[in-house]
């Protein structure tokens, strides 16, 4: 990764939520630069290459859906990830359509939020042309719509197999159960119930049971992470 | 009091400007009837009197004076003439002929028609009788009077004068009578209505306007205001006892956090005990925060703004979508989780709240069903109207409790201690208002069945494809162009 793609810019007008997001996001080993409103959001922006932007809704002067709108309109592609206190859906998917990558709901854990960035840091990334993914001995054709590890077939669901493709293709970064739910499922609430993970348990059984080593590790308190033995 | 607001209130002075209006009609009916009656009996008499007076004068004209006494004689004998009145004088006035004593004083007129008291002209009579006559003055100077006695159509004049003066009298005092009575009454109503609004202002929500049983109007207001309160009492119930529960939920998992954090305090750091401690507390703040989110979602969907974005949904569909995501946990509870519906039914509305509202009737089902047992959600038209239902076979829930299962925070005893907040069936119950839908709770015998009715989608817009997954996650969620402020 090049320098520009471990750099982010926190736009958060509260100073202690300002300080604890930059704080979780160097210790991960990000460069974080800090806007405090939507006009220094604006000149940081244009200034310099991020590798992804996260911004509060609510700033001071200028609405962060405007920040994002006019950093698109002078060609700034790093993708935003809206943070805002308005819980509703309309608000959300407003964010997403006017430019944004991905939103996130005030309060948030801050496992969630890394988790976020890191996908959204990952897509600006080349994207992957190929047609065959590989994680150790599993292999998703994404073609075909099959998984197999040691050559030998797993038999999914089409559902199971696009939450298996989504752990996939965020091999080695956590993914959030909400974040399964928005983009497995397309659905943008939370039920409040451990439904993804007796469904990422199922997946589970099909896809590490009697294998030399387990491939999805839950990552308490948070999600999953799909990752190979070093 | 009472008086003093019957007088003045609006009621009775409508009254009184219907008593004026009535009295004015009826006192125009009896002139009409005045007139007209009048006017027919005078063109009677007139037309008898022209009779009589032409075949007088033909006699005078051909026999002479001489031939026209005899005649007057002759008829005056006659009993059928008793009616009319003649008289025959000479140019002094002096008697020549007629049942007529003499000339009456008043008539003075040379020729044409009169009317006039016949004062004691008149053989056998005592009163003044009004008689209306003709006169002729022949060229020797005789002069000839015919007449009839319209004394009847005296008589009618004055009865109708008294009908018309008794008649308008008598309207007038029954209508005040009455009016002031209905308006005591309507005066009565209103404020027992608003002693009671009163008595509500001032202490609570307990009072109702008292009904009369005579099932009328008032008693129909006094009925839909009573239930208008007695609605206002169960929301105004149902947010105290919210409010009590949101304390009461909110306390315990808070209470727990400060105890912890308190001992985190006032103990020595050991790192293995604080990290679970401050899972723990991680936790608890979570489902505390999770509580907000549902009670502020179902506040939000209440709120019935979510309308705008309603598309063409397909309710086999998203019901197909919902089974999908639960199968697990159905195959983790041993339960058999179905679907039933092949072809497409169709409704106007949110497929994020219906799908929530779905998952979540699906959730109990599996969650209070049988372990072992069957849950079958079924889409489907009833009598045309696209209705889902969600079936379980599990214990059920008595039926006097069907009505309180939507109240937020509302839990059956047996199930206090499984996991949930109690807002679930309220989501659903605040996303069915929103989509115009009725929810039916039924007996599965065993078990319990819940149907949403929806109402019937109009086929004119298109159908949307609902969306799909996207594995990348790539593309925002789609919506319809729209402007965002």
Request: charged share 25%; hydrophobic share 40%; glycine share 8%.
């Given at each position: 990764?090049?320098?520009?793609h471990?750099?982010?810019?926190?736009?958060?007008?509260?100073?202690?939520?300002?300080?604890?997001?930059?704080e979780?996001?160097?210790?991960?080993?990000?460069?974080?630069?800090?806007?405090?409103?939507?006009?220094?959001?604006?000149?940081?922006g244009?200034?310099?290459?991020?590798?992804?932007?996260?911004?509060?809704?609510?700033?001071?002067?200028i609405?962060?859906?405007?920040?994002?709108?006019q950093?698109?309109e002078?060609?700034?592609?790093?993708?935003?990830?809206?943070?805002s206190?308005?819980?509703?859906?309309?608000?959300?998917?407003?964010?997403?359509?006017?430019?944004?990558?991905?939103?996130?709901?005030?309060?948030?854990?801050?496992?969630?939020?890394?988790?976020?960035?890191?996908?959204?840091?990952?897509?600006?990334?080349?994207?992957?042309?190929?047609t065959v993914?590989?994680?150790?001995?599993?292999a998703?054709?994404?073609?075909?719509r099959?998984a197999s590890?040691?050559?030998?077939?797993?038999?999914?669901?089409p559902?199971?197999?696009q939450?298996?493709?989504y752990?996939?293709?965020?091999?080695?970064?956590?993914?959030?159960?909400?974040?399964?739910?928005?983009h497995?499922?397309?659905?943008?609430?939370?039920p409040s119930?451990?439904?993804?993970?007796?469904?990422?348990?199922?997946?589970?059984?099909?896809?590490?049971g009697?294998?030399?080593?387990?491939l999805?590790?839950?990552?308490?308190?948070?999600?999953?992470?799909?990752?190979?033995?070093? | 009091?009472?008086?003093?607001?019957?007088?003045?209130?609006?009621?009775?002075k409508?009254?009184?400007?219907a008593?004026?209006?009535?009295?004015?009609?009826?006192?125009?009916?009896?002139?009409?009837?005045?007139?007209?009656?009048?006017?027919?009996?005078?063109?009677?008499?007139?037309?008898?009197?022209?009779?009589?007076?032409?075949?007088?004068?033909?006699?005078y004209?051909?026999?002479?004076?001489?031939?026209?006494?005899?005649?007057?004689?002759?008829?005056?004998?006659?009993k059928?003439?008793?009616?009319?009145?003649?008289i025959l004088?000479?140019?002094?006035?002096t008697?020549?002929?007629?049942n007529?004593?003499?000339?009456?004083p008043?008539?003075?007129?040379a020729?044409?028609?009169?009317?006039?008291?016949?004062?004691?002209?008149?053989?056998?009579?005592t009163?003044h009788?009004l008689?209306?006559?003709?006169v002729?003055?022949?060229?020797?100077?005789?002069?000839?009077?015919?007449?009839?006695?319209?004394?009847?159509?005296?008589?009618?004049?004055?009865?109708?004068?008294?009908?018309?003066?008794?008649?308008?009298?008598?309207i007038?005092?029954?209508?005040?009578?009455?009016?002031?009575?209905?308006?005591?009454?309507?005066?009565?109503?209103?404020?027992?209505?608003?002693?009671?609004?009163?008595a509500?202002?001032l202490?609570?929500?307990?009072?109702?306007?008292?009904?009369?049983?005579?099932?009328?109007?008032?008693?129909?207001?006094a009925?839909?205001?009573?239930?208008?309160?007695?609605?206002?009492?169960?929301?105004m119930?149902?947010?105290?006892?919210?409010?009590?529960?949101?304390?009461?939920?909110?306390?315990?998992?808070l209470?727990?956090?400060?105890?912890?954090?308190e001992?985190?305090?006032?103990?020595?750091?050991?790192?293995?005990?604080?990290?679970?401690?401050?899972?723990?507390?991680?936790?608890?703040?979570?489902?505390?925060?999770?509580?907000f989110?549902?009670?502020?979602?179902?506040s939000?969907?209440e709120t019935?703004?979510?309308?705008?974005?309603?598309?063409?949904?397909?309710?086999?569909?998203?019901?197909?979508?919902?089974?999908?995501l639960?199968?697990?946990?159905?195959?983790?509870?041993?339960a058999l989780?179905?679907?039933?519906?092949?072809?497409?039914?169709?409704?106007?509305?949110?497929?994020?709240?219906?799908?929530?509202?779905?998952?979540?009737?699906?959730?109990n089902?599996?969650?209070?069903?049988?372990?072992?047992?069957?849950?079958?959600?079924?889409?489907?038209?009833?009598?045309?109207?696209p209705?889902?239902?969600?079936?379980d076979?599990g214990?059920?829930?008595?039926v006097?409790?069907?009505?309180?299962?939507?109240?937020?925070?509302?839990?059956?005893?047996?199930?206090?201690?499984?996991?949930?907040?109690?807002?679930?069936?309220?989501?659903?119950?605040?996303?069915?208002?929103?989509?115009?839908a009725?929810?039916?709770?039924?007996?599965n015998?065993?078990?319990?069945?819940?149907?949403l009715w929806?109402?019937?989608?109009?086929?004119?817009?298109?159908?949307?494809?609902?969306?799909?997954?996207?594995?990348?996650?790539?593309?925002?969620?789609?919506?319809?162009?729209q402007?965002?402020?």
């Open positions: 990764m090049t320098g520009g471990r750099r982010i810019l926190v736009v958060e007008d509260d100073p202690e939520t300002a300080g604890q997001i930059v979780s996001l160097s210790i991960s080993g990000y460069q974080v630069d800090l806007a405090t409103s939507g006009h220094e959001a604006l000149n940081r244009v200034a310099s290459d991020y590798a992804v932007i996260t911004m509060d809704r609510l700033l001071p002067d609405d962060g859906i405007g920040v994002m709108r950093l698109r002078v060609g700034v592609a790093a993708p935003v990830l809206i943070i206190a308005l819980g509703e859906v309309d608000d959300r998917v407003r964010g997403l359509r006017a430019g944004g990558d991905d939103y996130l709901v005030k309060p948030f854990s801050f496992v969630e939020l890394l988790a976020r960035v890191e996908a959204l840091g990952r897509r600006s990334d080349t994207i992957v042309k190929e993914l590989r994680v150790g001995d599993l998703i054709d994404l073609v075909s099959t590890r040691c050559g030998k077939d797993i038999a999914l669901f559902r199971e197999f939450l298996l493709e752990l996939v293709r965020n091999e080695g970064r956590v993914v959030s159960r909400a974040m399964l739910l928005q497995v499922w397309d659905l943008h609430f939370d119930t451990n439904i993804i993970d007796v469904y990422v348990g199922r997946v589970r059984r099909k896809v590490d009697q294998q030399a080593y387990p999805i590790h839950t990552v308490r308190g948070i999600g999953y992470c799909l990752r190979a033995p070093s | 009091m009472l008086l003093a607001k019957t007088l003045t209130s609006s009621t009775f409508l009254s009184l400007i008593i004026g209006t009535f009295g004015m009609i009826v006192t125009a009916i009896f002139s009409y009837v005045y007139q007209s009656t009048s006017s027919y009996v005078r063109s009677q008499s007139d037309r008898a009197i022209i009779t009589e007076y032409s075949s007088l004068q033909g006699v004209e051909h026999k002479g004076r001489d031939g026209l006494v005899a005649l007057i004689q002759q008829r005056i004998a006659d059928g003439f008793a009616n009319t009145l003649v004088v000479d140019t002094s006035s008697y020549l002929g007629g007529l004593k003499a000339w009456p008043t008539v003075t007129l020729s044409g028609s009169t009317e006039f008291r016949a004062l004691e002209l008149l053989p056998n009579t009163h009788p008689l209306r006559a003709m002729e003055t022949f060229p020797n100077g005789d002069r000839l009077l015919v007449g009839r006695d319209i004394s009847d159509l005296d008589n009618f004049t004055d009865q109708i004068k008294i009908a018309v003066i008794s008649g308008v009298a008598l007038f005092v029954l209508a005040a009578v009455v009016s002031i009575l209905v308006t005591r009454r309507t005066v009565g109503r209103i404020e027992s209505i608003n002693a009671t609004s009163r509500i202002m202490s609570d929500l307990n009072e109702r306007i008292p009904l009369r049983g005579t099932n009328d109007e008032w008693d129909r207001v009925e839909n205001l009573n239930l208008m309160l007695d609605r206002i009492e169960t929301l119930g149902e947010i105290k006892q919210v409010s009590d529960n949101v304390a009461h939920d909110l306390r315990t998992p209470t727990r956090m400060r105890g912890r954090l001992r985190a305090y006032h103990s020595q750091r050991v790192g293995e005990e604080d990290q679970s401690l401050i899972g723990d507390t991680i936790a608890d703040l979570d489902s505390v925060l999770r509580m989110s549902s009670l502020t979602r179902i939000q969907v019935e703004a979510r309308r705008v974005g309603f598309r063409t949904v397909d309710l086999v569909e998203i019901a197909d979508e919902v089974v999908e639960y199968d697990a946990a159905a195959e983790q509870d041993g989780l179905s679907v039933v519906g092949s072809r497409e039914v169709l409704v106007s509305g949110d497929r994020d709240l219906i799908f929530d509202a779905i998952a979540n009737l699906v959730d089902a599996i969650k209070h069903g049988r372990a072992g047992g069957q849950v079958v959600v079924t889409a489907e038209y009833i009598d045309g109207g209705v889902i239902s969600i079936a076979n214990p059920g829930i008595p006097n409790q069907y009505a309180n299962i939507f109240k937020r925070f509302y839990r059956l005893e047996h199930s206090r201690f499984t996991p949930g907040n109690g807002l679930g069936l309220s989501l659903v119950a605040a996303v069915a208002h929103l989509h115009g009725r929810i039916e709770v039924l007996d015998s065993p078990g319990l069945k819940l149907r929806f109402q019937a989608h109009r086929r004119s817009s298109r159908l949307r494809p609902s969306r799909l997954a996207h594995p990348e996650g790539q593309d925002g969620p789609d919506t319809p162009d402007d965002p402020k």
